[in-house]
């Protein structure tokens, strides 16, 4: 799993390397559009949950320039002491798939119909 930073290329690159017959070995390659950080703006109910208090529902994720300091600022409402990377782990634990998959659906919605296909294959094998 990569951010797209400014790099357009990287999803056709990606989409050679998860679909490429050159190496058997299972695999399940993300590209976030932008940056993954645009993934923990799609659920607002479980950002809400997060940081507790209401958060409306953010415009597309994916077309946000620097989701990491929306946030970020969202983070700084807690006035706590908790890293950005710990509001991840809070809000991707409650976080609705679906959700994030309908909201997402370049970035995240790509990488977990990989990551589906990659369980129904080791599922077959084992």
Not at 114 to 123: A, K, Y
Request: charged share 25%; glycine share 4%.
């Amino acid at each position: 799993l990569i951010d797209q930073d400014d790099d357009r290329s990287r999803h056709h690159s990606a989409t050679i390397a998860q679909e490429t017959e050159y190496t058997l070995l299972p695999r399940a390659i993300g590209i976030a559009v932008r940056t993954f950080d645009a993934w923990f703006l799609a659920d607002h109910a479980a950002l809400s949950s997060a940081i507790d208090a209401q958060i409306n529902m953010q415009p597309d994720p994916e077309t946000n320039s620097d989701p990491k300091s929306i946030l970020q600022g969202f983070n700084n409402v807690t006035n706590s002491e908790r890293r950005l990377r710990d509001l991840y782990s809070v809000v991707a634990s409650g976080a609705n798939l679906e959700i994030v998959k309908q909201r997402c659906p370049v970035g995240f919605g790509v990488f977990a119909m990989r990551v589906e296909e990659l369980s129904r294959v080791l599922t077959r094998q084992s």
